[in-house]
């Protein structure tokens, strides 16, 4: 029996608007799985994105839905979470969105460990405002604004998440799609700030520029590239060159701010 996606969609809301071939309908299916699975409530469930094509997602899902200002999802996400602590908190955007405009709500909400799960989407580019180059681009690549290809050094997400205190980090592909669902419902799980990093794919704007022929060469650089944890395990770091792990990469308890900050009104209150 095919999995009722239509369920979980808002009404009227379809067709979306992401070009053919964009990875971004990938992850809201995995997001969908993954809710399922958990069994979470619409009424209990806040879905929070900033600005930008990935950032479309909640528009589409029947939940409790916040479409933000640029950068600000980590924040607007805090203020829901702090007043309706017993919601899940998810998180939705992509790699411009959350690590450039809103980098610094980025780090903070790491640095938090707020008991909420950031969804980034990394396609390497900003593809709503015409393929700017993101700081996950990655360098020597071509974008609107670095025609003659990034001098930047790009982020590693997943790293910067760890250096930042989340404690929960995970990294998938839009390209091994029936994984993506695991990795998010485990950071749903998670009691603290989960980030779980999908690696993705824009072909309008990134994979165009960059000379890819085919969204299948898009995708199968994705497949190629993508090493997971325990499978690296076992590789030499000559075999490991040029990879990305991808699977649970990080993960620790620690007390969350959500918690935390419950106990500093009970202390108040006496
Ligand atoms: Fe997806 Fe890129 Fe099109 Fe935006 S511009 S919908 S990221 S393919």
Not at 64 to 76: D, K, N, Q, S, V
Not at 198 to 226: H, Q, W
Request: proline letters at 4%.
């Amino acid at each position: 029996m095919s999995f009722d996606y239509d369920k979980y969609i808002r009404p009227g809301k379809l067709p979306h608007i992401w070009c053919p071939g964009c990875g971004h309908g990938i992850v809201m299916k995995g997001l969908i799985r993954a809710i399922d699975t958990l069994g979470l409530q619409k009424n209990n469930t806040a879905i929070v994105s900033g600005i930008g094509c990935a950032s479309r997602l909640p528009g589409y899902m029947d939940f409790c839905t916040l479409h933000t200002a640029h950068g600000r999802a980590a924040a607007f996400a805090t203020g829901v979470k702090m007043a309706k602590p017993e919601m899940n908190v998810i998180l939705v955007g992509g790699d411009g969105d959350g690590t450039a405009i809103g980098g610094n709500h980025f780090i903070h909400a790491c640095r938090r460990n707020i008991d909420m799960t950031y969804i980034i989407m990394n396609n390497n580019i900003y593809g709503m405002t015409g393929g700017q180059f993101s700081p996950c681009t990655p360098t020597g690549a071509k974008a609107s604004t670095t025609v003659y290809g990034n001098p930047d050094p790009a982020f590693d997400v997943a790293k910067l998440a760890i250096g930042a205190g989340a404690t929960f980090v995970a990294r998938g592909t839009a390209y091994h799609a029936t994984q993506i669902d695991k990795l998010i419902a485990e950071a749903i799980q998670h009691k603290g700030f989960s980030v779980v990093e999908i690696l993705d794919d824009c072909p309008t704007t990134y994979g165009r520029r960059n000379k890819f022929k085919s969204v299948i060469e898009m995708m199968n650089r994705l497949k190629d590239v993508a090493v997971p944890v325990k499978a690296a395990e076992k590789m030499t770091a000559e075999q490991l060159e040029g990879k990305i792990l991808t699977g649970v990469l990080y993960k620790e308890e620690r007390p969350n701010y959500t918690d935390e900050y419950a106990k500093v009104i009970e202390r108040a209150k006496k």
